[in-house]
């Protein structure tokens, strides 16, 4: 009973890759929810190492143009991913 060499099973390289984007897709936003949380867990500026109110409203909107750019990237990349593989793309 000779039995052929088992081949690993692994996914086409094309279908990887885009089930890795959509993963970080569904993670973006957990990741914003924690990022623009920290501003809470900041000291008043009241005492010597506080931050001010300029400062966190600076941090959370470079969170919120962040987590846009990155939307917006992941989103070109799953239609390009889609288009190679031959499908329509997301509508």
Do not use: C, H
């Amino acid at each position: 009973m000779a039995r052929a060499p088992r081949r690993p099973v692994f996914l086409p390289p094309a279908g990887y890759r885009q089930r890795r984007l959509r993963d970080a897709a569904r993670l973006l936003p957990v990741a914003g929810i924690v990022l623009l949380l920290i501003p809470l867990l900041w000291k008043p500026s009241g005492t010597p190492q506080g931050v001010g109110n300029a400062a966190a409203l600076l941090y959370v909107f470079g969170v919120w143009a962040a987590l846009v750019a990155g939307a917006r990237l992941l989103a070109w990349l799953l239609r390009l991913d889609a288009e190679e593989e031959g499908g329509e793309g997301p509508p």
